[in-house]
């Protein structure tokens, strides 16, 4: 009875037209944001020659929002292969694969929310964006991330309405594409993580 719903729960990836194209238009727009964060920390580089700077205390959250990202890349992990073995007569998978994303999308928000209270301890702090060099890029960076962030949260709600709709039907390569944004939001905030540490 449900094999017939879901036996083509996922459209088969293939290496052209439509799905080319998605996986290239991904690492064009991944290889895009790099070089602007690359030009924004060569900027920050240039900015503490002058010695304007003070230095910032991290707020804890921030530990904590990088804990629920690296959490969300993993689940996102877990949902893409649960998506992908969505096949089976019960399409067990794709159920799976489905609270799986969800999970992603919540920790994606934390993530959000928790860099806003961040934003909220500095203001209380008196750091605010035209402080000084430090707190303005630690502004910018982190909002950057951020916008970028909810670039990749746009993507996982479209994903769900797709997921579950009464088709379930879209392309596992839009899904992986997705999946590789998200994976580079992760280790863009590893990065950003470790040049706010060591040089704000």
Do not use: C
Not at 41 to 69: E, W
């Amino acid at each position: 009875m449900a094999s017939g719903n879901y036996a083509q729960v996922v459209e088969p990836s293939r290496f052209g037209g439509p799905d080319r194209a998605s996986r290239s238009g991904i690492w064009v727009g991944i290889f895009a944001i790099t070089m602007s964060f690359a030009a924004f920390t060569s900027a920050l580089y240039v900015r503490q020659g002058s010695g304007d700077g003070t230095h910032i205390a991290l707020p804890s959250v921030i530990y904590a929002n990088t804990l629920a990202l690296l959490l969300s890349s993993f689940t996102m992990e877990m949902s893409r292969r649960g998506i992908a073995r969505g096949l089976g007569p019960e399409a067990f998978g794709l159920r799976k694969g489905m609270v799986w994303l969800v999970v992603t999308l919540v920790l994606g928000l934390a993530f959000v929310a928790g860099q806003y209270l961040a934003w909220r301890y500095l203001a209380a702090q008196g750091l605010y964006l035209a402080t000084n060099s430090n707190s303005s890029f630690f502004y910018v960076f982190t909002a950057m991330h951020g916008l970028h962030l909810l670039g990749g949260i746009a993507a996982l709600v479209y994903l769900i309405g797709r997921t579950a709709g009464s088709n379930y039907r879209f392309r596992q390569s839009l899904f992986d594409a997705t999946a590789i944004y998200w994976h580079f939001m992760d280790v863009l905030w590893l990065y950003l993580l470790f040049v706010i540490g060591t040089r704000l």
